[in-house]
């Protein structure tokens, strides 16, 4: 019955428990990326981007992630409308745009950026990863 | 020492293959895992985040809720239903709660029987039923873990695939939730109709799970 009370409690800390600092560290890294990219700082919004979308990034455009990032088309910083945490991911919705974030040893990172729902369909996103 | 591990073996045994396959799942789940985070482009993850992750909580949960129904169900409905020439069965002309004489409760309690079994009432109604309700209410609760636990490791995925996540009431309609339930559900089920039918044909020499050797097929009610 422990054991139990123990697996319950787990799931209700997994499932639920995605604190406020965590949510707080998830937006702060969406806002930031969509401000440095704003104010053409394209080194500081790239530091902010996940390993592999920066790869794709400088493989589709064929130019260094700080230059590449500021010729996407990514919207302006908005009001932070909601953020999920779950497990290793997160999505921050904001009101001009959305971001998927993943968890790195260095903190969160933006994985997709500049994406619009399509439904049951996967995000479309100016920026993505892979 | 020697005589406590000889009387208590079974639940010993079994105590400890439960946490032996436990252990295991988590260090091949903890890996398998780590698979799908380098193949996604991401860091693995330790050990210790990953047995109180969403994701070894579902498969735990999952696994428990459809044990305990299973025996749940077993120990419920086999007061009423009977099976010709099973060992699970009981006999054939005993089926429902039986009277207090056979039950041993009230004036026909032995000595040393629990004293809840001589009370009146809702203290006699409760051991009278205690199996099933802690059966019951264990697996309602690890089928409550698994939805909670499994909502959140769905979104998980829904979010590494770019894809929104969905509330708790949203995923108890969602496939991922009833092939999970069913997929177990099913499979215990069987267990108990194997069990229960193979039983009346098949012998194991020495287990009270069986009838004796030499029992007529037809026998029912008899373990040996």
């Known amino acids: 019955m422990a054991a139990l009370v123990a697996v319950t409690a787990t799931a209700l800390v997994g499932g639920c428990a995605d604190g406020g600092a965590r949510r707080d560290a998830v937006s702060g890294v969406a806002v930031r990326l969509l401000t440095a990219a704003g104010d053409g700082d394209g080194a500081a919004a790239c530091a902010l981007l996940a390993p592999d979308t920066v790869a794709a990034l400088e493989r589709s455009a064929g130019a260094s992630c700080a230059k590449a990032i500021l010729d996407e088309d990514l919207p302006a910083p908005t009001d932070v409308r909601r953020v999920d945490v779950y497990g290793q991911w997160a999505r921050v919705v904001l009101a001009g745009d959305t971001e998927f974030l993943a968890a790195f040893p260095g903190g969160w990172r933006v994985v997709a950026a500049g994406c619009r729902s399509r439904g049951e369909r996967p995000y479309d996103c100016v920026l993505q990863g892979g | 020492m020697r005589r406590f591990v000889r009387e208590n073996s ?4 079994f105590g400890v293959l439960f946490a032996l396959a436990l252990i295991g799942q988590a260090f091949a789940g903890h890996a398998a895992f780590n698979q799908q985070q380098v193949a996604d482009g991401l860091p693995p993850i330790s050990f210790g985040r990953y047995v109180t992750s969403s994701d070894f909580g579902v498969d735990v949960a999952e696994n428990w809720q459809s044990e305990y129904l299973q025996f749940f169900l077993f120990i419920v409905l086999t007061v009423w239903l009977l099976q010709k020439g099973s060992p699970e069965s009981k006999s054939l002309d005993e ?31 409760l051991l009278s039923n205690s199996l099933g309700l802690v059966m019951g209410a264990i697996f309602l609760l690890s089928w409550l873990a698994q939805s909670v636990a499994g909502v959140s490791a769905y979104n998980e995925r829904q979010l590494s695939q770019l894809q929104d996540p969905v509330s708790w009431p949203q995923y108890l309609t969602e496939p991922e939730f009833w092939n999970r339930t069913l997929q177990n559900w099913q499979s215990e089920l069987l267990a108990v109709f194997s069990m229960a039918v193979l039983a009346i044909y098949l012998r194991q020499r020495g287990s009270p799970e069986s009838k004796p050797v030499g029992a007529m097929h037809s026998s029912t009610g008899v373990e040996g």
């Open chain 2, 10 to 13: 079974l639940g010993l045994v």
């Open chain 2, 95 to 125: 089926a429902g709660t039986e009277s207090d004489k056979d039950q041993m409760v009230g004036v026909h309690a032995p000595d040393g029987a629990p004293a809840w079994a001589r009370a009146a009432g809702w203290r006699r109604w």
